[in-house]
């Protein structure tokens, strides 16, 4: 297992995370416990969960596994979780105002059975609670020994960049990391998230990774989705079966299976090899509902596709780009780096 930097940030996390979202749901404690311990002997050391996932259940599962295992287990592991959504039917249960994210806090650390998180992370943008708000109570967390670093989650560029902005300029503790999701199907996200976030000094973690299981080749374009799959959930099915439904999508998955052929590999792995090797990505989450399927993932871990592999993938997943991203964007990033104008001289005048 290879490890990265967190960002700007001084804390050192696994290339490739534990998501935890099925856990609970359907991955039972025992599988999740399995999983965990997998995890862990491969060199794992991210285990990435949230409040909601489950009503707290996935946070409990966890909080279990940590309590049961030997310190020389658990003491590497670096715990992520998440505030934001409602917990409760409180007006006041649920946004980023101090109130709601310190009873979630709280609520979180008793949970998972600790004293302080690792990583605290603002699920999702609160249009009406003050940014200002927001970033106070997670200095307060910090300089109370609750959380050690923060991070933030479904965020758009600007809000990404506001938020940054006003940590610094008010000297707060600033957040280290950004979750998103970016795979060979979700190229967009490099038009403005990618480069916001390196220019906060944000770390990528990158969850679904393999598109709710598109990447993996178990769908056909012309064939329902099987039982137990992501894409057959009530809850999941809809977000990520507009994908199948686009004819990119099977274009991607062909030739993502023709370079896992030629390399001896799975599509999922070669997927998970593309992103991780993304620029600005810290780690990426797996999250899987049994012991195999996450073994087959973390065996991505060694797996470095060739730059020819890497720009056939490239080409297939590249999605249309107009204004302002396309060509006037390519432009300016030129003429960034070469200090001269790369446009096209003006007419020479008449005669």
Request: charged share 20%; glycine share 10%; hydrophobic share 45%.
């Amino acid at each position: 297992m290879d490890y990265r930097l967190l960002g700007r940030s001084g804390l050192a996390v696994s290339a490739f995370a534990l998501g935890t979202m099925t856990f609970g749901d359907s991955t039972s404690q025992e599988e999740a416990f399995a999983q965990l311990d997998a995890f862990a002997a491969a060199g794992g050391t991210l285990i990435d969960t949230a409040d909601v996932y489950m009503n707290g259940a996935a946070e409990t599962i966890v909080g279990r596994w940590l309590a049961e295992r030997p310190a020389h287990v658990t003491e590497p592991m670096i715990i992520a979780t998440k505030g934001r959504f409602p917990t409760s039917g409180d007006p006041n249960g649920q946004g980023n105002s101090r109130r709601h994210l310190q009873r979630a806090l709280d609520s979180s650390l008793a949970r998972l059975g600790v004293e302080a998180v690792d990583l605290y992370q603002l699920h999702g943008w609160d249009p009406l609670t003050p940014v200002q708000e927001t970033l106070a109570f997670l200095d307060d967390a910090v300089r109370a020994g609750k959380i050690r670093y923060s991070g933030l989650s479904n965020f758009t560029g600007w809000q990404l960049q506001k938020t940054s902005d006003l940590a610094e300029t008010r000297d707060l503790a600033r957040p280290v990391a950004f979750q998103l999701q970016y795979n060979l199907l979700v190229r967009e996200v490099e038009w403005e998230l990618v480069p916001a976030a390196e220019s906060a000094g944000l770390g990528l973690l990158v969850f679904s990774p393999l598109a709710g299981g598109v990447l993996t080749g178990k769908y056909r374009p012309d064939a329902p989705a099987p039982a137990g799959t992501r894409l057959a959930h009530p809850m999941f099915g809809p977000i990520f079966g507009a994908k199948t439904r686009q004819q990119r999508t099977w274009e991607v998955a062909s030739t993502l299976e023709r370079v896992a052929q030629e390399r001896g590999v799975t599509p999922a792995q070669a997927a998970l090899a593309w992103v991780a090797a993304r620029k600005g990505v810290s780690s990426v989450l797996l999250g899987a509902r049994t012991l195999e399927q996450l073994q087959g993932n973390l065996a991505a871990g060694g797996l470095v596709l060739s730059p020819e592999e890497t720009a056939r993938l490239d080409k297939a997943g590249e999605p249309f780009i107009d204004y302002p991203y396309g060509p006037m964007a390519a432009a300016l990033r030129t003429r960034e780096v070469s200090g001269t104008a790369q446009f096209a001289a003006p007419p020479a005048p008449a005669a």
